[in-house]
Every structure is written in C-alpha cells, then in structure tokens.
C-alpha cells in the first residue's frame, strides 16, 4: 500500500467524483495514484503496453503545470536521469 495523507485522498476523491479532468488526464490521474511515483517509459508501457510514441508521458508536463501532479524524485538507474 502506498503512504498517501488525508489531503491527497480528499483531493484524488474530488477529481474523481466530479470529473474535475478530462478523460486522458484522469487515466493518467488514476494510475499514478494507485500504483505510486513511476518514470514517463513506466506509464507508457502499463497504459498502452507495446505501442511506440505513445500519448500518456506526453500529458504529464501538463499535469505538473495544472498542479496536479509533481516530480518526487529521479531515477539515475539507466544511462539518463528520469523524473
């Protein structure tokens, strides 16, 4: 289970229940919610396993301006740092 405090179950709660993100948003939204912080290669492959250029990394630069989601870390596993 992932640790998550009252405000962010409030707020993922009142995006959810009143349809506060477009569609493709809210796919993004859901996921990264339940499944916790993952890399923009991670979020392609679990939400459109096996397509190339897929669309859901391309929404999260606007997801972080919207203020609905944030960088937490950096990944400096591979060859490049990912948020």
Do not use: F
Request: with cysteine; net charge positive.
């Amino acid at each position: 289970m992932i640790g998550r405090s009252d405000n962010s179950r409030r707020a993922y709660e009142t995006i959810v229940e009143n349809g506060l993100l477009r569609r493709a948003y809210l796919i993004i939204y859901v996921h990264v919610y339940n499944h916790g912080p993952t890399t923009r290669n991670k979020l392609d492959a679990s939400i459109c396993p096996g397509k190339a250029n897929p669309w859901p990394s391309r929404r999260l630069v606007e997801m972080e301006r919207m203020g609905v989601l944030a960088v937490v870390g950096q990944d400096e596993s591979g060859p490049h740092r990912m948020d």
